[in-house]
């Protein structure tokens, strides 16, 4: 861990609380992610499948904007980026062994009566681009400002994850998602088309903010799922030196990484007065401080951490972005996805 990063940890006011006179009770621990990419999107209910991650007001917004690609892909006839891959297409290419998150209409049932083993059909398709969008579901995600409780880190990552998703479906690419959080990651397989979109996002919307971003070792599946070429859009709000090191791992195999790091105003500004106990979610570390006293501290140094985050990332071959909790989301998703013409209209 670096030292920026530490100091992000140290002074991290996810919880702004008075000084209390009792101990703190501990948070209940949120239910697991649920596995919604095994969900057949025809046996959910309708009114189960969450329509409200993107607001009104963003919508005619996303009309405009597209995502770049920064890698050339090969040359195929779909798509805004088109590129041929193995994919569900029409020319059977070869089989591979089933894994969490394949689609179970994928699976060769013939070849499981003979083998008792799972396998799924890959074949040669005229595809778009890939999309991956990773989200960060670590506990950190839970901060929200205290003028604007309801508003935390995760649930603007939630619209920025649909957006993209929507922009996506619309340039005819296909998408995945890839939620990380305590325990194993949770991935949605890339698919595309309107009911794989609704798949993505009522994985989102049961996204939980619990836990430490998961150890590196346990994404090794990312390199196989997410080829290369693909855009991989990374929401998180960089506090784990392991999100970076995800990003730039990625990146140096040749991904076309996006980041988008969330910072929250109380962060940023820091504008406390009195006493407050500052906890840090994911190890339980906390710091008693006069709010006042500790803001030019706290404010120089997160400055500092920030920009040495950005320019590791871009140092590394990533495209990076601060996205603060009171700041357009047209305009972050705009400068992410690369379309500079499109962002200009929103500052």
Not at 1 to 23: G, H, K, N, V
Not at 87 to 92: D, H, N, R, S, Y
Not at 137 to 152: F, G, V
Request: net charge negative.
């Amino acid at each position: 861990m670096s030292d920026a990063t530490a100091a992000l940890i140290r002074a991290d006011p996810i919880r702004a609380d008075p000084i209390p006179a009792d101990p703190i009770p501990a948070d209940p621990i949120p239910a697991e992610l649920i596995p919604v990419d095994l969900i057949p999107i025809d046996l959910i209910p309708i009114d189960l499948i969450p329509i409200d991650l993107i607001p009104i007001d963003l919508r005619p917004q996303l009309r405009g904007l597209r995502i770049v690609a920064r890698l050339p892909p090969a040359a195929g006839p779909l798509g805004q980026n088109a590129s041929r891959q193995r994919g569900q297409g029409l020319e059977f290419s070869q089989y591979r062994a089933y894994e969490p998150g394949d689609e179970p209409r994928h699976i060769d049932w013939k070849l499981f009566a003979r083998s008792d083993r799972y396998f799924v059909r890959e074949a040669e398709s005229e595809a778009g681009l890939a999309i991956w969008v990773v989200v960060d579901c670590s506990a950190s995600m839970a901060q929200a400002d205290l003028a604007t409780p309801s508003k935390d880190k995760l649930s603007v990552a939630r619209t920025l994850a649909a957006a993209t998703i929507d922009i996506a479906l619309r340039e005819g690419d296909r998408f995945g998602v890839l939620l990380l959080a305590a325990g194993q990651p949770t991935w949605v397989a890339s698919a595309r088309g309107p009911r794989h979109r609704d798949r993505c996002v009522l994985a989102l919307k049961h996204a939980q903010a619990q836990g430490e971003w998961p150890a590196l070792t346990s994404l090794q599946r990312a390199w196989e799922r997410i080829e290369p070429a693909a855009v991989v859009v990374l929401i998180s709000d960089g506090f784990d030196s392991r999100s970076s090191e995800f990003g730039l791992q990625l990146a140096a195999t040749r991904r076309d990484v996006r980041s988008i790091a969330l910072t929250a105003v109380d962060e940023r500004d820091f504008g406390f007065r009195g006493a407050f106990v500052f906890e840090d979610p994911e190890t339980g570390a906390r710091m008693a401080a006069d709010g006042a006293a500790a803001g030019a501290d706290f404010r120089q140094r997160f400055a500092a951490a920030r920009l040495q985050l950005a320019e590791r990332l871009a140092t590394g071959g990533v495209r990076h972005v601060e996205h603060a909790l009171d700041q357009s989301l047209a305009m972050t998703l705009a400068q992410a996805l690369g379309a500079e013409r499109a962002a200009r209209r929103f500052r």
